[in-house]
């Protein structure tokens, strides 16, 4: 049987390099499309080069990027600027690597006939959240750049799938956590944060009162997901991807143990996150297995 060819763009990254991990298991040939901005060579060192092929190129500029998409089934999209904080520094670079970087992808993809484009969309559109638990189809609400780039660039993918009859699926992924998370950025979410500061021996540094709550999905839980939706027959569907569960800033800290400070908190920021996901339970037959504070335990203790 011929071999289904995937490509996941921004591979080497956090989410990326993990869902690659999946697609080999699962007999894809995968081509990975990263400019090594934030990704790391490392988080792919693992696979031979009969199963990845690694193309490092910036998708904001790269002209030639339709070349590497010829005999592809799936496109995941993923390369990104992932930060919300330095979008209010440079939101043009945001526009140009996330909104910009999308429509190139998209207007490869065009060229050759995929089964499915997969979008890593943000959970961040929601803005200041009024109902928990949040559905797909409630208000968008955008407070910063980077949600904007995101959301933009999900319009764009539902856009194409309309006009060029291209199948998509975009996935709003909530706080995603687990191993390979990218801890090197100074405005890293919390779980990056946390890591950095227990390895160094410093404080956990709390925004606010920490009362906040995120709905926090472990990695695996989420790639697992990725290939079920890969493996049906829907499309042109937008889906929550996140736990379900609401967990305070608090009580990761407390589950991490160690001693903490509080830092003011962050204007634009929502009091509580948690995702609706009974759709995308129903459509594929999935549900997350990973706990927090399992997820939390495996991740520390590594
Ligand atoms: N981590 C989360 O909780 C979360 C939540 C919502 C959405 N997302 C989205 O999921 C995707 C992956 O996030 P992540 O947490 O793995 O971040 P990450 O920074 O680890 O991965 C992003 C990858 O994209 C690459 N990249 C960035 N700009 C590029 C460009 N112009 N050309 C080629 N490659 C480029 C980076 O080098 C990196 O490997 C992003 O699109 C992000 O917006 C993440």
């Excluded at 080069?49 to 010829?70: E, G, P, Q, R, T």
């Excluded at 638990?133 to 750049?145: A, C, G, L, Q, S």
């Excluded at 405005?187 to 946390?194: D, E, K, L």
């Excluded at 493996?231 to 569907?237: E, G, H, V």
Aim: with cysteine; hydrophobic share 35%; aromatic share 10%.
């Amino acid at each position: 049987m011929k071999k289904m060819k995937s490509i996941v763009t921004g591979g080497a990254g956090f989410i990326g390099s993990n869902l690659v991990d999946k697609l080999v298991d699962e007999g894809h040939k995968v081509i990975v499309i990263d400019n090594f901005i934030s990704g790391k060579k490392s988080n792919l060192s693992h696979h031979s080069k009969k199963d990845i092929k690694i193309v490092k190129l910036d998708i904001s500029k790269n002209k030639n990027l339709a070349n590497h998409f010829k005999g592809v089934n799936y496109v995941f999209h993923f390369a990104g600027l992932a930060e919300i904080l330095p979008s209010f520094e440079d939101p043009k670079k945001y526009f140009i690597n996330n909104t910009f970087g999308t429509l190139n992808i998209l207007e490869a993809a065009k060229k050759v006939k995929i089964n499915k484009f997969i979008y890593a969309a943000s959970s961040s559109c929601y803005g200041i959240t009024k109902k928990i638990p949040t559905k797909e189809t409630d208000k968008i609400d955008i407070k910063n750049p980077y949600s904007f780039t995101k959301f933009l660039g999900e319009e764009l993918v539902i856009k194409y799938a309309k006009n060029f009859n291209m199948p998509n699926i975009s996935c709003r992924f909530f706080n995603v956590y687990g191993p390979r998370l990218n801890t090197k950025g100074q405005y890293g979410a919390v779980f990056s944060n946390f890591l950095n500061q227990k390895k160094t021996k410093k404080p956990l540094t709390i925004v606010g009162n920490g009362k906040q709550t995120r709905d926090f999905i472990h990695v695996d839980d989420l790639t697992n997901a990725l290939i079920k939706i890969v493996k049906s027959n829907l499309k042109n569907k937008v889906y929550n991807l996140g736990s379900g569960k609401e967990t305070s800033i608090n009580k990761i800290a407390s589950i991490i143990g160690g001693r903490k400070i509080f830092i003011p908190k962050r204007k634009g920021e929502t009091k509580r996150s948690c995702a609706n996901i009974s759709k995308i339970r129903k459509d594929i037959k999935w549900k997350p297995k990973i706990s927090i504070s399992k997820g939390i335990k495996k991740l520390f203790n590594n």
